[in-house]
């Protein structure tokens, strides 16, 4: 059976607070139902678990007394649940041919509890004159809602529809599609472990959320995160800074891939992701500064704002979405050169390795350590990484990073 159009939500009260993305996770947990007329929806005393959503026709609800009101489709009646109360006080019968919405009772408990406990960011001891809490508390008001700002190129919006479009495209194209930009994937993980999906562990890659989630919503879900909404304009300040961070992203991206084949214990598809979405601070911090003019218009100053909230605002998203500790990291500490661990490596590690690389032959080459003196590089490389082999990785790197198409490496879905 087809899943609901998320559209339909649009004509209760208690959906029209939840965003596109929690309407497509919706369509997951519910299901329509016609019912002839005279029939029997529900009866005094049941404590069924599902709430009733009149779509059309109308309902008769019949008191223990005897006392009956009509319920029509497209009046205030409607606007809400049928009979809430359990056990149920009225019978539900079908007037007409009707259909009706049924939502499960956990489903709205979530959606009361969400109500009830709203976050406020006037809580926190913000500075609103402040750049970096001015950037921050933005993205904390869209946080709880799965509103966060995470913008996509043209290109690699244009890209990942193509791919939707295609019929025959099953979950693995999908959850590589997603891999093209950084904003897509992140969100795409954040959506299966939005507590509308089923329950069950976290999911940490693209792979395990589009089969978690199925076809029919990955493809809904890439649609929406793909929108005309989150691509910037052409002209806007954020622009130009915007496509280099996510070039830059996919470069890291690949990098940490192929650094993690020297390492013989890190999964090269974990690794990918880890250095796809080690900056997706920065891409959320350049969105929410795209209105401040001034701000964007100070390189220096821009700058030296998205190198504070890099870490914090990644790891933020991050953690909200579900990712476990290893992305966690890599997002917060990808600049911590001289980073020690106790024993082993882990993705941090890689991301921190692949930024060196991919300073090489640009203008931040005067801004970082010698790469063979941080303590990441031994922990990587154990003495098997020569300067003609990391030229070769980073002239891979750059090549496959300048195309907007699902990644160019053989993964091994982990």
Same mark, same amino acid.
């Given at each position: ?103 499960p009772l956990d489903v709205?408990?979530?959606? @009361? ?15 609103? @004159? ?153 891409i959320a911090a350049l ?128």
């Open positions: 059976m087809p899943l609901p159009e998320p559209e339909v939500f649009s004509h209760f009260l208690p959906f029209r607070r939840l965003s596109p993305v929690e309407h497509c996770l919706l369509s997951r947990r519910v299901r329509i139902e016609q019912y002839r007329r005279g029939a029997e929806l529900a009866a005094i005393g049941d404590t069924d678990g599902d709430e009733i959503f009149l779509l059309s026709g109308a309902l008769t609800l019949v008191a223990q007394d005897g006392g009956r009101r009509r319920v029509d489709t497209g009046t205030a009646s409607a606007l809400g649940a049928i009979s809430q109360l359990r056990p149920r006080q009225f019978r539900v019968v079908a007037d007409s041919l009707v259909e009706v919405l049924l939502v709205m408990h979530w959606l @009361n509890q969400q109500a009830t406990n709203q976050f406020s960011v006037a809580e926190l001891e913000l500075d609103e @004159n402040d750049d970096d809490d001015r950037l921050f508390a933005a993205m904390l008001t869209d946080l709880p809602q799965f509103r966060v700002n995470l913008p996509v190129t043209r290109a690699g919006a244009a890209a990942i529809r193509g791919i939707v479009n295609q019929t025959n495209q099953g979950l693995a194209q999908l959850a590589q599609a997603a891999m093209i930009e950084p904003s897509v994937a992140v969100r795409l993980i954040g959506a299966a472990n939005h507590p509308l999906s089923a329950p069950g562990r976290n999911k940490q890659s693209c792979f395990e959320a589009a089969a978690h989630l199925g076809v029919e919503t990955t493809r809904r879900l890439l649609t929406v995160f793909t929108s005309s909404e989150f691509v910037p304009d052409r002209y806007s300040t954020i622009h130009a800074r915007f496509a280099e961070a996510v070039r830059r992203s996919r470069e890291c991206a690949y990098l940490c891939a192929q650094l993690a084949e020297l390492t013989g214990t890190l999964v090269a598809a974990n690794a990918y992701l880890a250095g796809l979405l080690h900056a997706v601070g920065e969105a929410y500064a795209e209105p401040w003019h001034e701000l964007c218009l100070d390189k220096q100053r821009l700058e030296a704002c998205l190198n504070r909230l890099r870490p914090t605002m990644g790891a933020t998203i991050l953690r909200e979405y579900g990712f476990n500790s290893d992305a966690v990291l890599a997002a917060s500490s990808a600049t911590d050169w001289a980073r020690e661990i106790e024993d082993g490596l882990d993705y941090a590690d890689l991301v921190i390795l692949s930024l060196l690389h991919s300073a090489i032959g640009t203008e931040h080459a005067r801004k970082v350590p010698p790469m063979h003196t941080i303590p990441a590089f031994a922990r990587v490389t154990h003495g098997e990484l020569s300067p003609s082999k990391s030229l070769a990785m980073i002239r891979t790197a750059r090549a496959l990073a300048d195309k907007a198409r699902p990644p160019d490496w053989q993964f091994s879905v982990a």
